[in-house]
């Protein structure tokens, strides 16, 4: 890779914007088994005709590019978008997909599951539009296997979820099975176990206590046939949410994320194995010296922070 590592830029476009003010809006604790996706301003046909030079941003050595652009590379005037995803085709850094939620313009709060590719790196992007016109999708997840397949799991108001999967960088997605079938729920993410062990392949997310099967507590789902069916959920143990799943070297699924009163690190050896119905065999607090909030500070309408959690993919340990 050059030493000008191009990113990419998902503008937000903020509406409501509080008066100035010195003080920052109330937090509090990240609530606990209650929706945090809410669904108002239906969805309406906006024509946007005016468009603007695309943001370019530059600092030091790096060089971030826009995305939800027009197909002549500009800038959408009154176009609103937020919570990117981004993957990388491992056999080809210069192929790029992204996923974010799609608003129909800055004063609604309707999101649509939005996404975007690149073939040069991020230099340039292309914006064909939505997964499905008119759907209320939000919380997307966008990650890529060994061989540059892209998959795409996206949350419908329901709190069940589908995965997409594209096998052209990110041009056009597959929906894998009927609305909702992906079961899932509220602030999901989702891991790929890209190893040569038993469990390649394998695909595994976790989501929080507003969930798919109104069980109230968080939950695991594993798909051994590439996200195309998901088995019955899994509660998690101290029900660690608003984190994220990876695989290590040996194929032992982590999963991170907040608990009622911690932060937690929950490994499955098993879970790699398909004839096995996954366990929980480690449960490790982590002091992050704090909480997770919701409301206040850059997102008075959601949450202040996400916990990311990675595995050893060196071959050297097994965590």
């Known amino acids: 890779m050059t030493s000008k590592t191009r990113f990419f830029i998902c503008l937000v476009l903020l509406s409501g914007l509080a008066a100035a003010s010195a003080q920052l809006a109330p937090t509090r604790r990240v ?21 603007s030079p695309r943001m370019i941003s530059r600092y030091d050595t790096f060089t971030s590019y826009q995305v939800n652009v027009d197909a002549n590379g500009n800038n959408i005037v009154g176009d609103a978008a937020n919570e990117c995803a981004i993957s990388v085709d491992p056999t080809n850094p210069n192929k790029m997909a992204i996923g974010w939620r799609q608003f129909n313009n ?7 599951g939005g996404w975007g590719y690149t073939t040069n790196g991020g230099t ?59 079961g899932g729920g509220d602030k999901q993410w989702f891991t790929i176990d890209k190893t040569n062990g038993p469990g390649h392949g394998f695909q595994y997310q976790s989501s929080d206590g507003a969930d798919c099967d109104n069980t109230g507590v968080v939950e695991f789902q594993r798909s ?14 101290n029900d660690p949410t608003i984190g994220t799943l990876d ?24 879970a790699q194995f398909g004839g096995q119905t996954p366990t929980f065999d480690q449960l490790t607090p982590v002091n992050m010296g704090g909480d997770l909030i919701f409301g206040g500070g850059i997102n008075p309408g959601g949450l202040a922070g996400q916990a990311f959690l990675a595995g050893d993919h060196s071959g050297e340990s097994g965590s």
């Open 31 to 51: 609530p606990r088994n209650e929706p945090l996706e809410k669904y108002d301003n239906p969805p309406a046909y906006i024509y946007r005709a005016e468009t």
């Open 106 to 112: 800055v004063t609604s709060n309707f999101r649509q």
């Open 124 to 182: 340039t992007w292309t914006f064909p539009g939505v997964l499905e016109n008119n759907v209320f999708r939000s919380d997307p997840v966008t990650n890529s296997n060994e061989v540059g397949t892209f998959f795409y799991l996206s949350l419908l108001q329901t709190f069940c979820e589908n995965m997409y999967r594209s096998t052209n960088g990110g041009q056009s997605w597959t929906e894998l099975q009927a609305d909702g079938l992906a």
């Open 224 to 237: 051994t046939d590439g996200g195309v069916t998901w088995q019955a959920p899994i509660h998690i143990p």
């Open 247 to 270: 695989v290590d070297t040996n194929g032992n699924l982590f999963i991170g994320g907040e608990g009622f009163n911690t932060f937690y690190c929950v490994r499955s050896s098993n």
